[in-house]
Nanobody, 125 residues
Framework: QVQLVESGGGLVQAGGSLRLSCAAS????????MGWFRQPPGKEREFVTA????????HYADSVKGRFTISRDNAKNTVYLQMNSLKPDDTAVYYC??????????????????WGQGTQVTVSS
């Protein structure tokens, strides 16, 4: 079992940047595919990006390609989401998720077993 804790959310102006972190407990972090999802106000949770356990494969939603970058440091049990060129439409609660022996192409919520509590990102225009 793994526990996930997100951090790094906040308020930023359009065009700005933020880096989210997700710290995981446990000793087998490199065996987990990690994903980031977000839930905008009044909308359903949606896929943002995912990374394989070894960090060599990634997948992005079209809406964030070229602006967001996922990475992981398995020595620190942490996955990151670097968000650049932020837009008001990026406003959401951002969640990290983990799936043991998962794949970077897991893009639906039900493919992930473990979830963090979420961190709010607000982008002002």
């Amino acid at each position: 079992q793994v526990q996930l804790v997100e951090s790094g959310g906040g308020l930023v102006q359009a065009g700005g940047s933020l880096r989210l972190s997700c710290a995981a407990s446990g000793r087998t972090f490199s065996s987990y595919a990690m994903g980031w999802f977000r839930q905008p106000p009044g909308k359903e949770r949606e896929f943002v990006t995912a990374i394989s356990g070894g960090g060599d494969n990634t997948h992005y939603a079209d809406s964030v390609k070229g602006r967001f970058t996922i990475s992981r440091d398995n020595a620190k049990n942490t996955v990151y989401l670097q968000m650049n060129s932020l837009k008001p439409d990026d406003t959401a609660v951002y969640y990290c998720a983990a799936e043991l022996y998962g794949r970077s192409w897991y893009v639906t919520s039900r493919q992930y077993t473990y979830w963090g509590q979420g961190t709010q990102v607000t982008v002002s225009s």
